[in-house]
Structure formats: structure tokens, C-alpha cells
């Protein structure tokens, strides 16, 4: 059983920066790898980027790649996205999510999913 708790979300405006915080518990969590979504409001649940279990392989969705970076600490049990030059368009909830498996872009295939922490961002 995995628990993932995000953070760091808030208002920004556009051309800003955030970080956001996916704090896992258990002792496990370097077994999973863990990806970021995004809801944003009348919009389907959207992959943004996600990172491998032992945080040498990452991958991001074309909207995000170049922008926004995903990293991991392991012995903290934790993992970041760094948003670099916002826009509008990337206001969302944004949720982490962790699976054992290798289906990193669809996100039915994730075991676990923390509750979102919303990011706006103002033009």
C-alpha cells in the first residue's frame, strides 16, 4: 500500500514557475514508478510526464517537454515536477500517481493516486 500526497500547487502567473511535491509512504516506493496527470475543468484526466523507478528514464507529454522537468528522491520518498514558464493552459488539478508495472502513459494502469493539489495560472 502506497499513500501519495501532493503539494505545492497555487496561483502563478503566466511565465512563473512552481514546484510541485508527491510525498509517497511505505517502503516500497522505489519500486514504483510514479507519473504526473492533469484534470483541468470539462477535460479528461491528461498524462504529463512521469519518471522510472530508479529516476534515470523520464518522459513528457508534447505540451509540457521542455518546460517541465520530473525528478525523484528515493530516500525521501519523494518525487517533484518543476513547472518552468507557465501558461494558461497548463491550470489543472494535477495528481501523482504510482504503479509496479511499465504502462506509464495511460493512467487506468496506476495502482495508487494522490487527492491533486490545483495549479492556476493567470494571463
Known amino acids: 500500500q502506497v499513500q501519495l500526497v501532493e503539494s505545492g500547487g497555487g496561483l502563478v502567473q503566466a511565465g512563473g514557475s512552481l514546484r510541485l511535491s508527491c510525498a509517497a509512504s511505505g517502503h516500497t516506493f522505489s519500486t514504483y514508478a510514479i507519473g504526473w496527470f492533469r484534470q483541468a475543468p470539462g477535460k479528461e484526466r491528461a498524462f504529463v510526464a512521469v519518471?522510472?523507478?530508479?529516476?534515470?528514464?523520464?518522459d513528457y507529454a508534447a505540451s509540457v517537454k521542455g518546460r517541465f522537468t520530473i525528478s525523484r528522491d528515493n530516500a525521501k520518498n519523494t518525487v517533484y515536477l518543476q513547472m518552468n514558464s507557465l501558461k494558461p493552459e497548463d491550470t489543472a488539478v494535477y495528481y501523482c500517481?504510482?504503479?509496479?508495472?511499465?504502462?506509464?502513459?495511460?493512467?487506468?494502469?496506476?495502482?495508487?493516486w494522490g487527492q491533486g493539489t490545483q495549479v492556476t495560472v493567470s494571463s
Open positions: 500517481a504510482a504503479q509496479s508495472g511499465s504502462y506509464y502513459y495511460t493512467g487506468a494502469k496506476y495502482d495508487y
Open positions: 519518471i522510472t523507478r530508479s529516476g534515470f528514464g523520464t
